[in-house]
């Protein structure tokens, strides 16, 4: 089973971020360019938030809002649920599903964002490992 760090390891490049005073519309024009759900909200190298689109459907359409007015840090979630580099993927999933998000920023001992993993990026890698447990099993089995 990998830990968040490894599975961070393959990954390109940093996580997307915006700055909390970035209009909504800014952090969603990056998100649809990117192609991901959400975004940290950072000031001065610091995790200060994330936004994403569960954020943007109840806290900006449904009430009515603008997103070219409204800025990040006025809907953001502002107490970020994160995990450390040494969890493992099954941990970060059951943290997920238990409370209900579907991105968790990855936090060193400093406080230092390292990376973001998203629920898909931890079934992708759940499906991948119980693949290859399969592999092994049958080849097992077979001699």
Do not use: C, N, W
Not at 68 to 90: F, G, H, N, S, W
């Amino acid at each position: 089973m990998k830990t968040l760090k490894q599975l961070l390891e393959g990954r390109p490049r940093a996580p997307v971020s915006v700055s909390p005073d970035d209009s909504v519309f800014t952090a969603l024009e990056l998100m649809a360019k990117h192609d991901i759900g959400a975004v940290l909200a950072m000031h001065d190298g610091q995790l200060v938030g994330i936004f994403s689109e569960r954020d943007y459907a109840r806290k900006v359409i449904l009430l009515g809002r603008s997103s070219k007015e409204i800025k990040v840090r006025e809907i953001m979630t502002e107490k970020v649920l994160y995990a450390r580099p040494e969890q493992t993927t099954d941990q970060a999933m059951a943290l997920m599903t238990e409370k209900h998000i579907r991105h968790l920023p990855v936090l060193d001992s400093s406080q230092r964002v390292i990376g973001m993993v998203s629920i898909g990026d931890l079934v992708k890698e759940t499906i991948s490992e119980q693949a290859f447990l399969i592999k092994q099993l049958e080849q097992y089995i077979a001699s």
